[in-house]
């Protein structure tokens, strides 16, 4: 297990270095110098060549690359040309806000999907296990931010229950902080309710299937002791991974559900940098949202080796 | 009883396809039909082709066809789906959308097929270095989120339609890459490999001859799976205004439209919503019902 976390734990250091490459090799071939957009399109071409040499954008690109990566290193990822403030204070500001989004909807898909998962194992085949795996269907094959405007319309427009869209910081008004939650955080769960509960399911007929659960049953035990205590217990493990993977795709999810509910996180804070062609502030926010989806689906790995020894010794596959 | 007559009917030899292969054909369309996700799936994609294909015969109107008077009606006889904010049919822009959906899925799809396929099953065969370095340069572009690399990378080439082809064609690449390459890792050690090198086969007639097509089957799969994921995401990337521009009829377009007559015209956004879940959920099903067809040991989970 050690050998394998060491081994992960290069692998990601490898990857990690060649996300750094990609974001600076495409936010370097962007149109649009980034002198030309600080100054307008009416600057002369001799005070373009001045900022340009303050910025340090005559240098060679590998100098530049080497002085982006030791500046993130040390935290600082440059200022935001539209904002003038510095990229990693905006992050940091707007992560949190995305994170709370990601967790919320994780939880919601948990608490929603495990109990329906079992419910759908111990009736195989009945209607509602049926039921249930055209929901988990459905869920699956509409994005994200069509659930998001379904519910928009459903609960803020024609029973004006939730507001369609803001936020307010919880420790401001926690009451509209929360309700303003609500809507998106279900919108998400809602979409990764339906991975959960397949495996939930699918992993629970496996475990009541199993010989050890025949013999509860023969020892007279009620169905609710044997699916409850017994059965859950064990097939909860493979779930846990893919609550991990969920939460990573969630994360990856926020760009375009922040857009629908005007949810001020880092989703949205990266589509305004593109949109204004801010070069510092996209590579800031590419590199924060990789890591962190790096790192949730590491951690889904991790526990995945875990649980399942023939990975650890397997292999890296 | 279909599947016996057709086993009669090419009985005999006509010297194109083995008997083994005829029967391999005959076995999968069997498992095929008695699955009923697979064959849903299919009428669904079948249907949904069909409808691109025909679009202009089927749509009553144009799709930049403007009534001002008509702007904003409920569905109709006239407007089965309504009129939008210009007075332009939806059930017309809908009808012709699937073209664009489908050519984004498909388009897309094969782009990745490719070079994933390629770069996976050589990885895979090869081993060593060379599968070290393909696969650490796969993880990389793994470790953004789909959408994210799809809209970093329209933001180089520009918000058109065949940039968003190449935008994805580039996410999807890895995730075919990994499937090939586990495929080609499994196919290695057989025997059939092991006697070509026997024989002194060169590897490149190995691998794309001998190894390759033992790979399709899970390589379709994940192909089918994908198209799915690409038609939601153009939706997606369409939606934030990088991808598919006005007036063109794309679904995600159609909707971001529709979501500021939400109270007036809620019909703006339901068809377009509606006709990319039917599509996804037909692509779906099609790829889960193949994977259960072409891999029983696999289970429909991922």
């Given amino acids: 297990m050690y050998n394998y976390v060491l081994r992960r734990v290069g692998f990601m250091a490898v990857t990690l270095f060649l996300v750094t490459l990609i974001a600076f090799a495409v936010t370097n071939i962007l149109p649009g110098d980034v002198a030309l957009v600080i100054l307008g399109p009416n600057a002369t071409e001799e005070s373009i060549a001045t900022l340009q040499a303050q910025l340090g954008l005559n240098r060679p690109l590998y100098i530049q690359y080497l002085d982006w990566v030791f500046g993130l290193l040390r935290g600082d990822m440059g200022e935001s040309l539209r904002f003038s403030e510095p990229v990693a204070a905006l992050i940091a500001e707007r992560l949190p806000r995305s994170l709370l989004l990601a967790v919320t909807a994780t939880l919601i898909a948990v608490a929603l999907s495990i109990p329906l998962g079992v419910y759908a194992a111990i009736n195989q085949n009945e209607a509602p296990d049926v039921t249930a795996s055209m929901f988990a269907f459905i869920g699956i094959s509409m994005p994200i931010f069509l659930w998001g405007l379904v519910f928009i319309l459903v609960f803020a427009v024609w029973f004006n229950i939730f507001p369609t869209g803001g936020y307010t910081s919880p420790t401001e008004n926690l009451v509209a902080s929360l309700r303003q939650l609500v809507l998106p955080a279900s919108a998400m769960g809602f979409a990764l309710t339906a991975y959960i509960m397949r495996m939930t399911r699918s992993s629970m007929l496996e475990v009541l299937s199993a010989e050890y659960i025949k013999l509860a049953r023969a020892k007279g035990m009620s169905q609710r002791v044997v699916v409850l205590r017994h059965a859950l217990k064990n097939a909860v493990i493979p779930v846990i991974t893919v609550i991990a993977f969920q939460f990573s795709y969630a994360f990856g999810g926020v760009v375009v559900l922040e857009e629908v509910f005007f949810w001020p996180g880092i989703g949205r804070l990266t589509l305004t940098a593109i949109q204004s062609r801010d070069i510092p502030l996209i590579q800031g926010c590419i590199i924060v949202v990789a890591l962190i989806y790096m790192i949730s689906n590491f951690a889904a790995d991790l526990l995945y080796a875990y649980f399942d020894p023939r990975i650890r010794y397997g292999g890296d596959e | ?302």
């Fill in chain 2, 1 to 302: 009883m279909a599947v016996e007559q057709h086993r009669d009917e090419t009985g005999e030899d006509d010297g194109f396809l083995s008997e083994s292969q005829k029967e391999r054909i005959d076995n999968f369309a069997r498992k095929f039909r008695s699955n009923t996700k697979a064959m849903v799936g299919l009428i669904i994609v079948v249907s949904l082709i069909v409808v691109a294909v025909f679009a202009p015969f089927i749509a009553p109107y144009g799709m930049n066809e403007t009534s001002i008077e008509d702007r904003t009606q409920a569905p109709s006889v006239e407007h089965p789906f309504g009129t939008d904010d210009l007075g332009r049919d939806i059930f017309s822009r809908v009808v012709l959308g699937s073209r664009i959906s489908l050519y984004v899925g498909f388009g897309a799809i094969s782009g990745a097929l490719l070079v994933g396929a390629v770069v996976g099953v050589i990885s895979g065969y090869a081993g060593g270095l060379t599968d070290e370095i393909i696969m650490r340069v796969m993880d990389a572009a793994m470790a953004f989120p789909p959408v994210l690399l799809a809209l970093t990378l329209l933001v180089v080439l520009g918000p058109e339609l065949v940039n968003v082809v190449i935008a994805l064609a580039f996410v999807y690449t890895p995730y075919i890459a990994r499937v090939s390459r586990s495929a080609a890792l499994a196919e290695r050690n057989e025997a059939y490999v092991e006697s070509a090198v026997a024989r002194g086969e060169t590897d490149t007639r190995i691998v794309f001859s001998e190894v390759f097509p033992n790979c399709m089957a899970p390589i379709l799969v994940q192909g089918s799976l994908n198209i799915s994921f690409a038609i939601l995401a153009e939706a997606s990337l369409s939606f934030l205004g990088l991808g598919a521009q006005p007036p063109r009829p794309s679904w995600g377009l159609m909707i971001n439209t529709g979501r500021g007559f939400m109270e007036t015209a809620p019909w703006m956004l339901l068809f377009p919503a509606l006709a990319i879940g039917i599509a996804v959920v037909g692509f779906n099903m099609l790829g889960d019902g193949l994977r259960d067809v072409l891999d029983p040991k696999v289970e429909a989970i991922e």
